[in-house]
């Protein structure tokens, strides 16, 4: 399953650092997959992915969860500086599900500053489903405002901006499948 690197030579050039690899991301959707089987044994599980970011994840991570599930997008903005997120979060498109007695599980690639994900659970708590939990690829260490319960953490990395696996810098690199940090020419445009 694991995506080839062929073609990614064109973002090379920009490319300062692979933090994490395509097979490590890989092996760890694995077991976060293996977990998750484990504890929704006969439940009626609902993953729920932030776009546009979740959607890598989410592909990927669905496919080691050996469960019947559904999947449900919600699309968000967060006002402000292209690096940096304000707090401020505005709904874009929301669930198609009602998600009465359903057991959601919310998919992320990235936690930061927490906020995003924080105003999204209290949204989402509102709507009563049966158990409401957190899946994220990544957890920035040291950055997170507000205390947040994340029930499956792939990855804690440094405070650095990172691209790739569904993250962007400008819309770009969301197709790499490794997660790197860019040289600083990169955000020069
Ligand atoms: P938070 O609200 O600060 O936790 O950040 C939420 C969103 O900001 C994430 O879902 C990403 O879309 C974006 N974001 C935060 N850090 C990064 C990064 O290092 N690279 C790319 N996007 C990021």
Redesign the pocket.
């Known amino acids: 399953m694991t995506p080839t690197l062929a073609g990614m030579q064109v973002y090379e050039p920009q490319i300062e650092k692979v933090l994490i690899s395509a097979a490590e991301i890989q092996a760890k959707l694995a077991e976060m997959g293996e977990r998750i089987t484990a504890d929704y044994q006969g439940r009626r599980l609902l993953l729920v992915g932030?776009l546009k970011?979740a959607f890598v994840v989410m592909a990927d991570l669905a496919r080691y969860i050996r469960l019947p599930l559904e999947f449900d997008f919600m699309a968000v903005s967060?006002y402000g500086a292209a690096t940096k997120?304000s707090?401020v979060v505005r709904i874009l498109k929301d669930l198609d599900h009602d998600l009465d007695g359903m057991h959601v599980l919310l998919v992320?690639?990235?936690?930061?500053?927490?906020?995003?994900?924080n105003y999204l659970l209290k949204n989402l708590r509102g709507r009563k489903p049966a158990s409401l939990e957190v899946a994220t690829l990544l957890n920035?260490v040291g950055l997170q405002k507000v205390p947040l319960d994340l029930r499956y953490v792939g990855f804690e990395i440094p405070p650095e901006?990172?691209?790739g696996y569904g993250?962007?810098?400008d819309e770009r690199y969301r197709n790499l499948p490794y997660v790197a940090t860019l040289k600083p020419e990169a955000y020069g445009g």
């Open positions: 932030v970011g967060s997120t707090g992320e690639d990235i936690v930061d500053s927490g906020l995003t994900l920035k901006f990172v691209v993250l962007d810098f």
